[in-house]
């Protein structure tokens, strides 16, 4: 039905406020940058009232009118700063160009139901602009981060060079830091050697214990569940705490082992919620089946169970490995010199020498946790595939 709706012009006094309202929030940031954010607004929002006003009454080719808004936001944006704003004011537009036509043609109820009254329209965008916006707020950190660490200074700010992209502001000498360094590659090679041994122990006891707590005759389930998540629910200095008390009187604080199974008690509760989440739709009819062929239960788990709840046990084993990689606070309480890893090193570089190595080791850790979250993801759905939750 939303594709049969008519798409008609809307008036002057609906649009053109509109893009003015978004004008002078884009003023704000560029009057910010250039001393005087009040002026930015107003300017910004007359400039666009009178541009949005202007494109859309004097022709209705929506092209050139949009190609030659592009060439004046790029124009203006390389004579106030430069490079760097011939990028923002290609970006911007773009946007506004788009923007402006987007809600004079109406084509923002081109994919709504039709009898969505204007407040109904007004909430639905207005839901997701407040959802871009706190995804914006969580993802500015690092999206400052990745670019500095490609300083060619050792400063954790933007220099002039780099505001100007003058290649000679740009370097990978923290990476080669990063890559040379004895202490970086020690710390390197402690979390290689202590976050996969406690993914495995995670997966392989919170595996086990995700299937007894599925199974309905279990007594007291819902207590011992509890439980066993605590440690993603207890803050964790008191984790931490308790762990250094507890495994200083057993003789294991300062040690491998000691670390790799407090990491291992961190990671159990990813690989018990994702692995019960995917036991939801599992058919214990294939179980029954199995034991009437004759199978014992160690064939069954691994043939029948193992092969269903395989993405989940992998999606499981990926958060305790990214939780055991990332962890710093108990390590510090449980582990000793010997075992510093990667974020102890990043801590210490942090409160004892600001190094700028600190912030290309940022950028790497970034990418394997957007690497494996994609990873994550792309089992999720084939999860939903394999249980016929989802067509594709």
Known sequence: MAALTPISRKPVSFYVPVVAAAGGIAGLFVGTAQGSGLLGIVIGAALLAVLAFAMTQMTDNEKPMR????????????????????????????????FTYWLYEGRYR?????????????????????????????????????PLSFNAQDFFTFT??????????????????????????????????????????????GTLAAIG???????????????????????LIISAAGMYFFYSRIGLQGTYFGVVLAHAALGIPFVIITVT????GFDRSLTRASANMGADPVTTFFKVQMPLILPGVISGGLFAFITSFDEVVVV???????????????????????????????????VISIGLLTTVELLRRRSERLRGMSPS
Not at 80 to 97: D, E, S, T, V, Y
Not at 214 to 233: K, N, T, Y
Request: glycine share 8%.
């Open 67 to 98: 190609w030659g808004l592009m060439a004046l936001f790029v124009l203006a944006g390389g004579l106030l700063a430069g490079p760097g704003g011939l990028i923002l004011g290609l970006g911007f537009g773009w946007f506004f160009g788009w």
């Open 110 to 146: 081109a994919k709504l139901v039709p009898y969505l009254t204007p407040m109904q329209v007004l909430w639905h965008y207005t839901f997701r602009i407040i959802c871009g916006a706190i995804l914006v707020f969580l993802i500015t950190p690092i999206l400052v981060v990745m």
């Open 160 to 205: 002039p060079e780099m505001l100007r992209f003058d290649p000679a502001g740009y370097s990978l000498k923290h990476y080669r830091d990063f890559f040379t360094n004895d202490d970086w590659q020690q710390a390197l090679r402690n979390s290689v050697m202590i976050a996969p041994v406690a993914t495995l122990l995670s997966v392989s006891f």
């Open 213 to 235: 707590l599925s199974a309905e005759h279990v007594p007291f389930r819902r207590a011992i569940m509890a439980v066993l998540i605590s440690p993603m629910i207890v803050p």
């Open 277 to 280: 989440a995917t036991l939801v």
């Open 332 to 366: 510090l309480f449980v582990g000793s010199a010997g075992q510093k890893t990667l974020p102890w090193q990043m801590f210490t570089g942090l409160r004892e020498q600001i190094s700028p190595t600190i912030l290309a080791v940022a950028t790497i850790l970034v």
